[in-house]
C-alpha cells in the first residue's frame, strides 16, 4: 500500500509541474493549427489561380474573337490552325494551349446558341466543335474550352466538375460581324 500511495504522490506531483510548465505551449498550439491553416491556404491559391487562368482565357478569347467580328481573319483566308495561334498567343502562359479547345460557328439567331459540347460520359466532345467565322453580318458564337488539372480537389470546396478532378474553363462571346468586304 504504500509503494501506491508513493507512486500516486509522484503522479500527482509530475501532473501539477507539467501543468506550470509552458515551455512547449506554442510549439503544441503550432502543430495543432498549422496543417488546417496551410490547407484552407492552399486551397484558396488554387481557387485564385482557377479564377485567373479563366480571365486569361476570356482576355485572349474577346481579343482573338475581334479579328472574326471584323473580318481580318475571313480577308486573309485565316484557318483554325491560325486562329488557335492567335489565341494561345492572348491567352498567357498559365494555360497550356495545347490542350485548348475552341468551338467558332455562325448561329440563326442569338437565342439558338447550343449547349456545351459534351460527350455522354461528361468530357468534352472535339466531334461536336467546328470552324464556321461567317460572313459579313452572320452571327457568330466563339467558345473556348480547357480543362484544369486540380492539384488539391477535395479542399476546393466543389471545385471540379468533370471526372478526373478537373475543372473544365469556359469563355464564350456571341456578335454579329461587321460590315466587312473580300476585296480589303
Known amino acids: 500500500m504504500i509503494t501506491v500511495l508513493r507512486s500516486h504522490h509522484y503522479y500527482r506531483r509530475l501532473s501539477e509541474r ?23 491556404m492552399a486551397a484558396i491559391m488554387e481557387t485564385a ?20 467580328r471584323t473580318g481580318q481573319l475571313q480577308v486573309s483566308g485565316g484557318s483554325a490552325a491560325s486562329f488557335r495561334d492567335t489565341l ?24 439558338g446558341a447550343p449547349g456545351l459540347p459534351l460527350d455522354g460520359d461528361g468530357q468534352l466532345d472535339g466531334n461536336a466543335m467546328g470552324f464556321a467565322p461567317g460572313d459579313a453580318g452572320d452571327i457568330v458564337m466563339v467558345r473556348a474550352f480547357y480543362e484544369w488539372q486540380l492539384i488539391m480537389p477535395n479542399l476546393g470546396l466543389g ?14 462571346i456571341a456578335f454579329r460581324n461587321e460590315p466587312f468586304q473580300d476585296d480589303l
Not at 18 to 28: P, Q
Not at 50 to 61: D, K, P, Q, R
Not at 159 to 172: F, I, V
Open 49 to 68: 489561380l482557377v479564377f485567373f487562368a479563366t480571365i486569361m482565357m476570356e482576355h485572349g478569347l474577346a481579343q482573338s474573337a475581334r479579328e472574326i
Open 88 to 111: 494561345c498567343s492572348r491567352t498567357g502562359p498559365i494555360i497550356d494551349c495545347g490542350r485548348v479547345e475552341f468551338d467558332v460557328r455562325t448561329l440563326a439567331s442569338f437565342g
Open 159 to 172: 471545385l471540379s466538375n468533370m471526372s478526373g478532378n478537373k475543372r473544365l474553363l469556359t469563355a464564350t
Open 18 to 40: 507539467l501543468r506550470r510548465d509552458r515551455k512547449g505551449a506554442t510549439a503544441v498550439e503550432f502543430a495543432i493549427v498549422a496543417l488546417p491553416f496551410f490547407a484552407l
